[in-house]
């Protein structure tokens, strides 16, 4: 994973100007800075960058103009190289601090430039990890963010895998990498009763998710007869509610030995209608894409896979299995990419959106309202009964975007 190294606050007085004059928007003065200091300086003590002071001097109640002024500061500064998801000393970005203050503006503004930092990167050898909220299962991707760079596992697509940027850290803070695919593979899984964990108890699928695979069959699949392929088991939720639309064939890729284990002790290799593609779904998907089936829902939901997998498989694959646009054909996958942190999933949403299209696919989002956090019985806060034996809380939002991919028309 890359990462950027903060540039300490220098004792000349030039950069405490440049620091001074981003908190009150002083374009002028920031642009003669700038050519002689980077704009990357920030105060010692709140690691606060001249991007988290520019934003943290605003409020909402402030005119068109003052707004106006921040955010000709914003972009000044990104134009100057400024790390758009560098952490001060309380974990925070700028767009943190921006969505935090209900700054909408500015927040776009650090999204956006979010996006084209990481489509870059993306392009030139591989994407960064937003923060890493593991995403959480088997059916997941995830991230971590950079700040410069953060770490998340982009679960994959549904659990943690993705990778944004986070800042560097002391020796004693420094983050565990999450865990790859191979180390994964080779994991001892335990079942419960709302969750199942790799032998470092971290999260590969938990029953809180119901909901949204729920809400994403009933997208995917509205009629019964329909052919269905779901990239990822974990504890079968997904795959028990496309049984419940009675597919006529319905086939399962699964690579870890317990899960494949656990579908036979629970007579999944029995049902009618049913084909499970033992492996890693790189090595089995070619010769199915060559038996010239089409499906008219596709779910991806892996684990422990970075976000270049997930795209890899819309963009090699999905046109070759996807059922046509005049057969209802859909594609999904289980968006946690960077749900530890808003601004992450955000920008991967863009992302998404951005590489689909590339891929010849029309993303739409359905807007998933999840429990509060106060809500006794759901008890998805930090600390809340939800998380109770899991390493580390991977989803932190109030809101799930489910992704409906069609081709284009």
């Known amino acids: 994973m890359a990462t950027t190294i903060q540039t300490p606050l220098p004792t000349d007085p030039e950069s405490t100007m440049l620091l001074l004059a981003a908190t009150d928007h002083n374009i002028p003065v920031l642009e003669s800075l700038l050519k002689t200091t980077s704009a990357n300086v920030y105060e010692p003590e709140t690691r606060q960058t001249a991007l988290h002071v520019a934003v943290a001097s605003c409020t909402p109640e402030d005119s068109a103009d003052e707004l106006k002024a921040a955010e000709e500061t914003l972009k000044l500064l990104l134009l100057n190289g400024a790390i758009w998801n560098d952490l001060d000393v309380s974990g925070e970005t700028p767009a943190c601090i921006a969505d935090r203050l209900g700054l909408k503006s500015l927040y776009g503004i650090l999204v956006e430039a979010g996006v084209r930092a990481e489509l870059i990167l993306g392009r030139l050898g591989g994407y960064l990890q937003l923060s890493d909220g593991e995403e959480s299962e088997e059916e997941e991707i995830g991230d971590e963010e950079e700040a410069p760079e953060l770490v998340q596992e982009a679960d994959t697509v549904g659990t943690p895998q993705t990778e944004l940027t ?244």
């Open 166 to 409: 986070q800042p560097e850290l002391e020796p004693e803070e420094e983050i565990k990498v999450d865990v790859n695919s191979k180390d994964y593979l080779a994991s001892k899984l335990t079942y419960h009763d709302d969750k199942l964990l790799d032998e470092d108890n971290n999260g590969v699928m938990m029953e809180w998710e119901r909901g949204i695979m729920e809400r994403s069959v009933n997208v995917l699949v509205k009629e019964e007869g329909k052919r269905i392929l779901n990239i990822g088991f974990g504890m079968g939720i997904i795959d028990g509610l496309f049984q419940e639309k009675k597919p006529s064939h319905h086939v399962i890729v699964e690579a870890h030995p317990d899960v494949l284990k656990k579908m036979k002790e629970d007579g999944w290799d029995q049902k009618e209608g049913v084909e499970i593609l033992e492996g890693r779904w790189q090595d089995v998907i070619p010769d199915l894409v060559n038996r010239n089936i089409t499906f008219h829902a596709i779910y991806f939901d892996t684990f422990a896979e970075s976000y270049d997998e997930l795209r890899l498989f819309f963009t090699e694959y999905v046109i070759g299995l996807l059922a046509p646009l005049s057969e209802g054909g859909k594609f999904s996958f289980f968006h946690g990419l960077g749900a530890d942190r808003r601004v992450s999933y955000d920008v991967y949403t863009r992302i998404v959106e951005i590489d689909m299209l590339e891929a010849g696919l029309e993303t739409r989002w359905d807007i998933v309202p999840l429990k509060k956090d106060d809500e006794e019985e759901d008890g998805m806060e930090e600390g809340g009964k939800v998380w109770d034996g899991v390493k580390r809380r991977y989803w932190i939002l109030p809101e799930y975007k489910l992704p409906i991919a069609e081709f284009l028309a």
